[in-house]
DNA sequence: CGACTGATTGACATAAATCAACTATGGTGG
DNA sequence: CCACCATAGTTGATTTATGTCAATCAGTCG
């Protein structure tokens, strides 16, 4: 099996060899999660980072009524919690959406990683910063797109996000989410998860049976969802960290 | 004038004179934006990254009809665009609320730091890793509060942040920010956001007028909003970047 | 003194939540 | 093997929170 931190860095930047070396024996151990366990608990204070190589995560927080709010969903190689190595304590829970075998790396590897590899640690960083301009791009989904625009939005996002990891086929995503799940996500109920879906379905832009979504009108849809893929950063483009 | 910056980044950590050092002259130059004007426009890639000396700024993004979301909002001390070090491309834009002044760290002199210096490089990380925390903390007020909770805990959130710059005189902050920036932080209408003070007011929890925010009960004020200040890393508790 | 900008108010419209079934589906244990 | 049960999806009726529209009011600046 390669490296996954590798191939997650590669994305960003060449890599020199004595970086891979690095990397290469970074990774402690591997972990398997159940679907709907919890990966991580908010409050924990973890001495490893959770890197996702198979499976669908989300990070949640809950509110005093038992509401949940959903602020990240992540898909095999995300790297979920890499912030835990200099946060400490986790300010947010993670669960697993499905089973999910994860790799563990132990933070005191991370900080002989910044001590010696600089480029290596802007990578890292990078990472971290592209989650927040995800976050701010749902604030703004959420905060000023109607309901249906942010769920337009959220398919958008998912749908390139798993085309960059090679998990698209015929326009059509595995997506292993329930419709109370997408509520948590998009700050709706359920019901009305349910209403959009299907205002999304007949309007033809998307069709979603059981687990696969397929994008019948990509332009539609995007225009629907007043998507633009930038804040994602997934073409390394002119950056060299 | 003491460098603001050592001033920063000390709250998370000590540092070596030799940081210290580093960080002198790091700071190239300082740069005055009046009131509503932008910082920093969307799209635009800066060389240099902007620390808030004085005033109040806001990130935010546009959406097609041309409403706004506000998604952060920067006091005197925060470091505004420092993702954009290896972000490159900004994804949103920044605005004066106020009249600003702003120390402007070059991008290359941050490259020079992050090779040379690993425990710096460490807080500065540390730094946007908590602008995503408070993202995530947004995230879910937004998704999952009522409009008169998720004010009140703006509220407490600017107060504590204020607070910890020395900004607060008998439970009053300077909050020189409108009713409209208000609602595009908070994804509310104006009309609303109106009532929503009003209501705060009613019950006790606020005084409002002008600039002038009292705080008259803390605690109910922070049980309305459902706030817990962890997420906002103001003690640098037994973290050692 | 206008002419702004920002705050406030009231009447009304609407998006989304809630409540309460009901259906479909798949797994499991008797 | 199939009845049963749990989970997920769907639907309709109704309520509620918040938005919109349109004035009015208050302070401030030139």
Redesign the pocket.
């Known amino acids: 099996m390669t490296n996954s931190l590798i191939l997650k860095l590669e994305k960003y930047d060449r890599l020199s060899d004595d970086e891979k070396g690095a990397l290469d024996n970074a990774i402690a151990r591997i972990r398997t999660v159940e679907a709907d366990e919890d990966i991580i608990r908010e409050g924990d204070r973890p001495t490893e980072s959770s890197l996702l190589l198979e499976g669908f995560a989300a990070r949640y927080k809950i509110v005093s009524n038992g509401r949940r709010q959903i602020s990240a969903i992540h898909v095999a190689g995300d790297f979920i919690d890499l912030h835990s190595f200099l946060l400490k304590t986790m300010d947010h829970g993670v669960l697993a959406l499905t089973n999910c075998r994860i790799a563990l790396v132990p933070h005191a590897t991370l900080e002989r990683i910044t001590d010696e590899y600089p480029h290596l640690t802007r990578l890292l960083w990078l990472n971290t910063l592209i989650d927040g301009a995800v976050h701010r791009e749902w604030l703004t989904a959420m905060g000023r797109l109607?309901?249906?625009a942010?769920m337009a939005h959220l398919i958008c996002e998912l749908y390139l996000r798993l085309k960059a990891i090679g998990r698209v086929e015929s326009d059509t995503i595995q997506l292993p989410i329930?419709?109370?799940e997408l509520?948590d996500t998009l700050?709706?109920?359920?019901?009305?998860?349910?209403?959009?879906?299907?205002e999304l379905r007949k309007e033809g832009l998307i069709r979603f049976q059981?687990d696969a979504l397929t994008i019948l009108d990509w332009e539609r849809l995007k225009k629907v969802g007043e998507f633009t893929s930038t804040y994602l950063s997934l073409q390394n483009e002119d950056r060299q960290p």
């Open positions: 109607s309901a249906t942010h329930t419709q109370a509520g700050g709706l109920s359920t019901v009305h998860v349910n209403r959009v879906l299907q059981g």
